[in-house]
């Protein structure tokens, strides 16, 4: 079956500009993260939804970074005034969710380069 | 806060040369372990999920073992496709986060 997409693949913008960033998670899977992964670190976690519930926003860096998901299918990542520091891979996981925790699958990633 | 440690961060060796990457882990409780695999360019792939002390996994030439303070992933005879960074992840029980804390991973280098 079909897995976890993302769009744009790469993504080049100037300093300043606002980008938005695609995800389609695989159906049914209720859960969905983004996360950011600079060059060489580790996966930074971002934002966090489940279902109907009010997502947990704890991660994201600033109030430049925004994050919509509706209903149980697609979410979009946006990022204001974009900024040098905001280049990285930016990924997309989806689980079963629930009560229970499961194995993530992740999106192939958005890179993205801020001039 | 739960935290995750790997090492070593970088590993090379020669195909054949078995060996072992541990993840450290600190949780208030340990609702699951979880192992991937990154590519250069790619997304994490899932391998393993390990959920208490003394459990084991098999998947081709890996194995993974946890205990109540780490987890280990097992390499034997490498091969040069084994080549990739690898993550470990934890999530603690009910009532804790849902939100997975990684490691930042090690990353493995098989030379033929």
């Known amino acids: 079956g079909a897995g976890v997409s993302q769009s744009p693949s790469n993504k080049v913008t100037e300093k300043g500009k606002d980008v938005e960033l695609r995800c389609d998670p695989i159906?049914?899977?209720?859960?969905l993260y983004w996360y950011r992964q600079r060059l060489g670190q580790g996966l930074e976690f971002l934002i966090y939804f489940q279902g109907n519930s009010a997502p947990d926003k704890s991660g994201l860096p600033s109030d430049r970074f925004s994050a919509e998901r509706t209903g149980e299918s697609v979410s979009t990542l946006t990022i204001q005034r974009t900024q040098q520091e905001d280049s990285a891979v930016y990924l997309c996981a989806s689980s079963l969710g629930g009560v229970t925790y499961n194995e993530q699958f992740f999106g192939p990633g958005t890179r993205l380069t801020v001039l | 806060e739960d935290q995750v440690t790997q090492s070593p961060e970088a590993l090379r060796l020669q195909e054949g040369e078995s060996s072992s990457l541990n993840c450290s882990y600190t949780v208030s409780g340990l609702r699951g372990l979880f192992w991937y695999r990154q590519d250069p360019g790619k997304g994490p792939e899932f391998l393993f999920t390990l959920y208490s002390a003394g459990e084991e996994k098999e998947k081709e030439r890996l194995k993974a073992t946890l205990t109540k303070k780490e987890s280990f992933l097992h390499i034997t005879a490498p091969k040069p496709e084994d080549s990739a960074t690898y993550l470990c992840?934890?999530?603690?029980?009910?009532?804790?986060?849902?939100?997975?804390?990684f490691g930042r991973g090690t990353s493995l280098i098989v030379h033929p």
């Open positions: 159906s049914g899977h209720t859960a």
């Open positions: 992840a934890v999530q603690a029980r009910p009532g804790g986060s849902y939100i997975p804390t």
